[in-house]
Every structure is written in C-alpha cells, then in structure tokens.
C-alpha cells in the first residue's frame, strides 16, 4: 500500500514539475508586467502605489528558502531529473508537488521566485527600473491634430472589438474536452473580458476622455479611474493602436482590470482581479488563470 501511494505521489509531482516552461514564462509574465506597470510618464507614482498596494515585505517573502531551493531545482531540467530519481518519502515528494503547484497559482510566489531569480528585493528592482527607463527615456511626442486624434480614437475603437478572436476561444475549448470545468471557466473568463473591452472602447467617444502629449489620456468617472496608453505613431507604422488600459478604483489605487495590447491591435494579457488571459501575436490563447488554476494550451 505504502508503495502505491509513492508511486502514485511520484507520478503527481512528475505532471507538475513537468511543466517547465510554465515556470520560465510565469517569471517572464512577472518581468512584463513590471516594466509595463513602470514605463510611461507616471512611473514613480504608479510603482509607490503599487508598492505599498501589493505589500511587498509578503511579496518578497512569499515562499522560504527551503522552497525557493525547490523552484530553483524544477527549473533545471537535469536537477529536476536527479531529485526525482533519487529516494524520497512522500512527504519529500509532496512538499515538491506543492511548491511548484503554488507557484503557478499565486501571483505574490511568482513575484517572490522573480527577485530571487534576480538577486534583489522588490524595492531595488524597481528603483533599478525606473532609474533605466530615466536614463532610455525618450522625448515625449505630441499628439496630432485634433482631426486625426478623432480617427485614431476610431481605428482603436474598431481594434478593441476584434482584440479577441472568438474562433480561437472555441479551438481552446476543444482542445480542453477532458476538462469541464476548466471549459466553462475559460468561456465565462473570455465573456468578460469582451465585456470589458467593449467598455472600453465606448471610453474613446467620451467627451471627457482627457488626452495629451505622449500619446496618452485619462478619464475620471464617479466610480472608476481609466487610464490609456498608445503606441507611438512612426513613418513605418502610421497606426497607433492602444498598447495598455488600466481600470482603477475611484482612489486611483487599486489596479481592477489590466489589459496590454500587441502593436497589431491583438490581445496580449488581461488581468481581470485574481483572473487574466494570455495570448499570443497571431491572436492564439496561450494560457488562462481562474479559479485558482494556471491552465496552458497544449
């Protein structure tokens, strides 16, 4: 009996541990998301709030160093093999499973494992950022005419409804038949994240959107703070479709929905509360969290 159960245990950490990539992407995400949050004019604002926000003393010390070690074993591919092939009780093996279980499903483990992958506190990555982002930094461009800003507002308008291919959606669904919930779980998560995106393209026919220099603007309602970022228009690509929404409460502190766009016009990531799609530049879903769950497309 004591045999099953290891073996079973074994194979259980071998599914998880096995998904390596979702560890390097998930520390990729963590890195994109960083420098997103702090790459445009309001970074220092934006990185305190998110600082204190996040409470980054938790952040930073989300996983021991004892499951750090672990982390650091699951992505080394042969260090993985060895620790699998050597002998551990059950107790060993589950700790593993878990370990890198609630990596991929908590936000705060991953944001923990990308500091130590880079040897620093949160606090000095961020200081670290918005010091090269100070020193690359740019002239900020000004907008165009009022004429061509109203047809920019127009072409991104039209670019939000089509940012998610519902065809792809459903080629996901298929590829997910052994999961039910999961299925039902990522039609409910992409519902709304059209939902919001048709939101927020209503946002660019509102007159009090506020736009300015550097190709950016602001709308403040009664019940929530937008905030819109677009690419810059170049001779090569005349366009300037939006790069990143952010939905904040009405204290302009807590970041509700997130979204980042190719310079295709497509959905990259959007972050809906402890929810967020990831997709591809050809428009293909890459992978989805909810319900606790960090599920990637095969």
Request: aromatic letters at 10%; charged letters at 15%; hydrophobic letters at 40%.
């Amino acid at each position: 009996m004591g045999f099953v159960i290891l073996f079973l245990v074994v194979m259980n950490v071998r599914e998880i541990a096995a998904q390596i990539t979702t560890v390097s992407e998930g520390v990729s995400n963590a890195e994109i998301n960083a420098q997103t949050t702090w790459s445009n004019m309001e970074a220092k604002a934006k990185a305190d709030a998110e600082y204190i926000r996040l409470h980054p003393e938790e952040a930073t010390n989300a996983l021991t160093q004892h499951q750090l070690e672990l982390l650091d074993i699951n992505v080394n591919r042969m260090a993985r093999s060895n620790y699998l092939s050597q002998n551990h009780s059950p107790e060993e093996l589950e700790e593993f499973n878990n370990t890198v279980r609630y990596f991929l499903t908590n936000a705060a483990a991953q944001s923990s494992y990308f500091f130590h992958v880079h040897g620093m506190l949160e606090g000095q990555y961020v200081t670290n950022v918005l010091l090269t982002a100070m020193r690359h930094k740019s002239p900020p461009q000004p907008w165009p005419a009022l004429s061509q800003k109203q047809e920019i507002f127009e072409n991104c308008a039209s670019l939000l409804h089509l940012a998610i291919d519902t065809n792809q959606i459903n080629l996901a669904c298929k590829k997910l038949t052994n999961q039910p919930n999961a299925v039902i779980a990522l039609k409910a998560l992409a519902n709304e994240a059209v939902t919001n995106l048709i939101i927020f393209s209503d946002l660019l026919f509102n007159p009090d959107l506020n736009s300015y220099w550097g190709y950016r603007a602001k709308l403040t309602t009664l019940t929530n703070v937008f905030y819109i970022n677009f690419w810059f228009s170049t001779p090569s690509n005349p366009d300037t479709p939006i790069r990143d929404i952010e939905k904040r409460s009405p204290d302009d502190m807590n970041v509700i929905v997130s979204a980042r766009f190719y310079q295709n016009g497509k959905l990259q990531a959007m972050s809906i509360g402890d929810k967020g799609l990831f997709f591809n530049e050809d428009g293909t879903l890459r992978n989805y969290y909810a319900n606790g769950q960090n599920i990637w497309l095969p």
